[in-house]
């Protein structure tokens, strides 16, 4: 384990606590919002609630993990013996990067065969990424990372594709009042998205020994903030807006 400054340690500490926090609220938000959209409307909540479950439980873990790799007196940061798990982090992706493209097709209410086949396409190709990456995530030496960051950013590239080729005609056939917040969820999903590559590329940079591993770390929790929380927001708020336009008085139940 890399030696940390106290501020080093408390700046991950405290961001993974923030996170969980965030994640847990964010969950209890989705699921209580159910009762304010129309049927068509109630799964991408609970899938959106869904995603910031597992992500609030696995930040639990991470931040337990985190906390057991460290020992802290008087100010002074040492190395405890156990090795910090961040396998966590890809096991949460596994299972929540397939699922938030699943909440923003489902919100969209494309028809039964479209949701099906995107659903099926962009889940497998997020489980894909996630699988190419691990391998360069734990990786040692630069040019290993280099190698399956590389094959990791094939199935990356072929989903962003898809988000603003595959989705731009149904995204055009919403309802005007929802228009642009499915383009704000869309875009704000890229750019979250587009963040991790370059967390997973600061260990090419001139940053060295702990800075690294709290670059990625600080990193890699901020670009879920918005990927998982920020993105269900938005979510909900498609989700109420389009309940109002096709079911109005009758959306809350």
């Given amino acids: 384990m890399e030696n940390l400054t106290f501020g080093q340690y408390s700046l991950v500490y405290n961001a993974f606590s923030f996170t969980f926090a965030t994640?847990?609220?964010?969950?209890?938000?989705?699921?209580?919002?159910?009762?304010?959209?129309?049927?068509?409307?109630?799964?991408?909540?609970?899938?959106?609630?869904l995603v910031t479950a597992i992500a609030a439980y696995h930040y639990f873990r991470i931040f337990q993990s985190w906390e057991g790799a460290y020992s802290v007196e008087g100010g002074i940061v040492t190395a405890s013996g156990y090795a910090f798990n961040d396998a966590y982090r890809y096991v949460d992706w596994l299972l929540t990067v397939p699922l938030l493209l699943i909440e923003l097709i489902l919100v969209m209410r494309l028809s039964q065969e479209e949701t099906v086949s995107k659903s099926i396409k962009l889940g497998s190709a997020a489980a894909l990424m996630i699988v190419l990456g691990y391998p360069g995530e734990i990786a040692t030496d630069i040019p290993t990372r280099v190698l399956w960051g590389t094959l990791s950013a094939i199935p990356f590239v072929y989903i962003m594709w898809q988000l603003f080729a595959g989705l731009g005609a149904s995204i055009n056939n919403q309802p005007e009042n929802v228009r642009e917040l499915v383009k704000k969820a869309r875009l704000l999903t890229f750019a979250s998205w587009g963040f991790y590559p370059i967390v997973y590329m600061i260990p090419y940079t001139n940053l060295s020994g702990s800075d690294v591993t709290v670059g990625v770390q600080v990193g890699y929790t901020i670009a879920d903030l918005i990927a998982k929380a920020g993105v269900g927001v938005l979510i909900y708020m498609i989700a109420v807006r389009k309940s109002q336009a096709e079911y109005g008085d009758k959306a809350h139940g």
């Fill in 23 to 49: 994640m847990a609220a964010a969950t209890l938000f989705l699921w209580l919002g159910r009762s304010q959209v129309g049927p068509a409307y109630k799964t991408a909540l609970t899938i959106s609630g």
